[in-house]
């Protein structure tokens, strides 16, 4: 649950509108390496980081980035307000313009529309820190191109704010990934993934797992009391073996093995 406060985290006042600009800066919106994609990469990641550190520090910077985002918006919004025809012609602008008018709408700076692909929730907390640390270093990268391409203060004085913020979720991505890895193998910590095999572990040790596995032990050893030596072969024996015969030469024949072992 968020708390929505009327105001944006850093103030964005611009006087003087630049469309050509603005197609720029949208990128920081919908791009490859924009707010959106990144709040959307820390809100998601968070539900598989299994320590606590992890969970708040992704939770923390996926709300902030979703204020950056605000903020992004608002100097799209300023520089494309009121916009006549001909500036419109004049700055490039015209492309956005027709499908969109001066909404806002989430693209990247070449026009390719948002998408999930710009970031990965892959559930290895090793993986996602790794991601997220880089992240952060290729949003600090397109905040420096974009000052480059302006020197209008009212436009350089939050893109510069926005930047520094991206140097603080570099380093607190970095302090989490210490975290992670100080709780692992420190020889190598890519042998146990925390957010999968803790999991898998309580599952074996459960007691709603218990019937399934007593049940898969009588099939085991009911298949090794009527095949001994594990060949696929037709032969006669009681009914329940034959349809679960027939249903393995269905799936694998290659083998003969039943199906239900490689669960
Ligand atoms: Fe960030």
Redesign the pocket.
Known sequence: MWTYEKKLQYPVKIACPNPALAKAIISQFGGPDGELA?SMRYLSQRYTMPYKEGIATLTD?GTE?LA?MEMICAIVHQLTRDMTPEEIKRHGFAEYYVDHTAALWPQAAGGTPFSATFFQSKGDPITDLHENMAA?QK?RTTYDNIIRLTDDPDVLDPIRFLRE??LV?FQRFGETLRIVQDRLDSKNYYAFNPAFDYGKRRAEASECRKEYRQDNQKEQNKEKECRPDHQMQMHSCDQTHTLYFGRNAAYDGNTGKPLRNYR
């Open positions: 990144a910077v980035e950056h952060e949003a913020r991206e979720h």
